[in-house]
């Protein structure tokens, strides 16, 4: 059965005259107040409770935003521990090349953290583009590391097998995520297609 036919007849009230307010109203079509974000937030909470498969959907956009905190945190965190120990390496003292790489280094890790840290905040309003970005700049910080040896953080030990396993995992769950907003987003635009009214069709007056 289709997740329209049985969710269709979701709605939430109006905060302002409560009549039903469902997906695809943008305001009230009684009292013309627009929606508010709780009353959005409200009708995605009534869509997972009464679809098992939305209810999955929205666990692996979920995982996928644990997953970019993880990342965000790992970024920062080690960036800073590693140009903490290349910029007071002893016995002797780090070159101003080794320096200026280290900074290099630590200015990208902290770049990658705080875009996918930015991404998660983003996801909570537009899971599926926040999510397609975030792996997008993942990958693309996964270059430097095939080039050179200092490069951001993941795959930097990509030959030990514990790093390799995380940044497969990460990947993997970042790529259900995307798979799984966009389904949610395609889902949210069948009710929002359900709930319209039909329109008439007019046929052309003959001549």
């Known amino acids: 059965m289709s997740y329209v036919c049985v969710v269709s007849d979701i709605s939430v009230p109006c905060p302002g005259c409560s009549e039903p307010l469902r997906f695809g109203d943008r305001a009230c079509p009684s009292c013309r107040r627009a929606v508010p974000r709780a009353s959005r937030a409200a009708l995605d909470a009534r869509l997972e409770a009464a679809s098992g498969d939305f209810r999955d959907l929205k666990d692996h956009i979920r995982s996928a935003s644990v997953t970019l905190v993880i990342l965000a945190l790992l970024y920062v965190g080690v960036g800073i ?110 009710l929002r297609r359900s709930s319209e009214p039909p329109r008439e069709r007019t046929r052309p007056p003959y001549r």
């Open 81 to 190: 521990l590693a140009y903490l120990v290349e910029s007071s390496s002893e016995p002797a003292l780090p070159t101003p090349q080794e320096l200026l790489e280290a900074r290099v280094s630590l200015a990208t890790n902290l770049a990658v953290g705080a875009g996918l840290g930015a991404c998660f905040f983003w996801a909570r309003r537009r899971p599926a583009s926040a999510l397609t970005t975030a792996l997008m700049v993942w990958l693309l910080a996964q270059v430097p590391a095939l080039l050179v040896s200092r490069a951001p953080v993941l795959l930097f030990m990509a030959t030990h097998p514990r790093p390799a396993v995380a940044s497969l995992l990460a990947l993997a769950l970042l790529v259900r995520g995307v798979f799984s907003a966009l389904r949610a987003e395609r889902l949210r635009s069948a």
